[in-house]
């Protein structure tokens, strides 16, 4: 008798698993019903996997790459070895935090012409805010985590799709 309640419970505790799915499917869907909001608070489009469950998700909004690309040049001195030059775009007012969108230039020479946008972004999205901030800093250990004393830098608050954008870089507080 004891044996056969041990092969009833051994079955029905197979049949009870192998209904269930594994821990990378549950993640997966609780991923696609997640919402992506802005910074601003806006829903962004879903764009992971199948459409998203029991979400009014906002349509997909195409970006015109081209008009939110921000160009110009960047005047500096000559980098030192091993400099890297990094391009940082965001939201006017923030100063901290992951960037809209990022370049990182090894070795760059100057002057230096630049066009950043949508298509460097970090992480897909929606179009730029309507004002941005864009900085470039020459950054002696190659390190974008880090401001050395040797760094420059250069900021500019302005429009997306921005052109004939000048920056020049100079040490902080100069």
């Given at each position: 008798?004891?044996?056969?309640?041990?092969?009833a419970?051994a079955?029905?505790?197979?049949?009870?698993?192998s209904?269930?799915v594994?821990?990378?499917?549950?993640?997966?869907?609780?991923?696609?019903?997640?919402?992506?909001?802005?910074?601003?608070g806006?829903?962004?489009?879903?764009?992971?996997?199948?459409?998203?469950?029991?979400?009014?998700?906002?349509?997909?909004?195409?970006?015109?790459e081209?008009?939110?690309?921000?160009r110009?040049?960047?005047?500096?001195?000559?980098?030192?070895?091993?400099?890297?030059?990094?391009?940082?775009?965001?939201?006017a007012?923030?100063?901290?935090?992951?960037?809209?969108?990022?370049?990182?230039?090894?070795?760059?020479?100057?002057?230096?012409?630049?066009?950043?946008?949508?298509?460097?972004?970090?992480?897909?999205?929606?179009?730029?805010p309507?004002?941005?901030?864009?900085?470039?800093?020459?950054?002696?250990?190659?390190?974008?985590?880090?401001?050395?004393a040797?760094?420059?830098?250069?900021?500019a608050?302005?429009?997306?799709?921005?052109?004939?954008?000048t920056?020049?870089l100079?040490?902080?507080?100069?």
């Open positions: 008798m004891r044996t056969l309640f041990t092969v419970l079955g029905a505790l197979l049949a009870a698993c209904q269930r594994s821990t990378e499917e549950e993640f997966a869907r609780e991923e696609r019903a997640r919402p992506i909001v802005s910074a601003e806006a829903r962004l489009p879903v764009v992971v996997g199948a459409p998203a469950r029991g979400i009014d998700a906002a349509p997909a909004v195409p970006v015109d081209a008009a939110q690309t921000i110009g040049t960047i005047e500096g001195p000559g980098a030192p070895a091993g400099g890297v030059l990094f391009l940082f775009v965001r939201a007012g923030v100063m901290g935090g992951p960037p809209l969108a990022v370049q990182r230039i090894p070795s760059p020479s100057f002057p230096r012409d630049f066009a950043i946008g949508p298509q460097d972004a970090m992480i897909a999205g929606g179009p730029f309507e004002r941005v901030s864009l900085e470039a800093r020459l950054d002696l250990d190659g390190n974008a985590m880090t401001e050395g040797g760094d420059l830098s250069a900021r608050e302005i429009e997306p799709g921005a052109s004939g954008v920056l020049t100079s040490a902080p507080g100069t």
